[in-house]
């Protein structure tokens, strides 16, 4: 698929809001229930709007966990660097060429993950996961089956829950 086709793909010629919901649960029960109704789906989009980057704290960083983390990193760089020049070696060598590139990789690997925290002198002594997510949810149908949309999202029990 070209980017071009890709980019086709997520925009709608003349869009139109059929509703915001407060979570992508409620945009997706729309969809769905248009769906069930033989509604052409392939005209409407869900669109995550507000965005918020949420990290999450997972630990607390240590010179033992960087130096075991840089061990562990090297190690398996130097076994696959390993296993590529046991390729070109004899079968006697290979052994003592993935020991050797695997000590060689531990070695590296504990200087390399040594010389980056030092650097950053204690200015970020935890670890995290980062997220970007929507607080809300939008639902946008081309503007030529906005109002057969609307009938068929009205037929729900209460109507969908939406917001705005």
């Known amino acids: 698929m070209t980017p071009r086709a890709g980019q086709q793909l997520l925009t709608l ?3 139109m809001s059929l509703g915001v919901f407060d979570d ?3 945009a997706q029960r729309a969809v769905d229930h248009l769906s069930d109704k033989d509604f052409p789906v392939e005209n409407c989009m869900i ?4 965005l918020k980057q949420v990290e999450r704290v997972t ?3 240590t010179w033992g966990r960087i130096l075991l983390g840089g ?3 090297g190690v398996w760089l130097g076994a696959f660097v390993g296993l590529i020049f ?6 006697e060598s290979v052994l003592s060429i993935l020991a050797s590139t695997m000590l060689f990789g531990l ?3 504990v200087a390399w993950a040594a010389a980056g925290y030092a650097v950053t002198r204690g200015r970020r002594d935890f670890t995290s996961v980062t997220q970007v997510v929507a607080t809300k949810y939008e639902v946008l149908v ?3 089956f906005a109002e057969r949309a609307r009938e068929l999202l009205a037929q729900i029990d209460g109507g969908p829950s939406l917001t705005g």
């Open 142 to 144: 081309e503007h030529k």
């Open 59 to 61: 630990g607390r960083l």
């Open 47 to 50: 669109v995550g709007t507000e």
């Open 107 to 109: 070695l590296f690997g």
């Open 86 to 91: 046991s390729l070109f070696g004899t079968s």
């Open 24 to 26: 992508y649960a409620g």
């Open 71 to 73: 061990a562990l990193s």
């Open 13 to 15: 010629q003349y869009p």
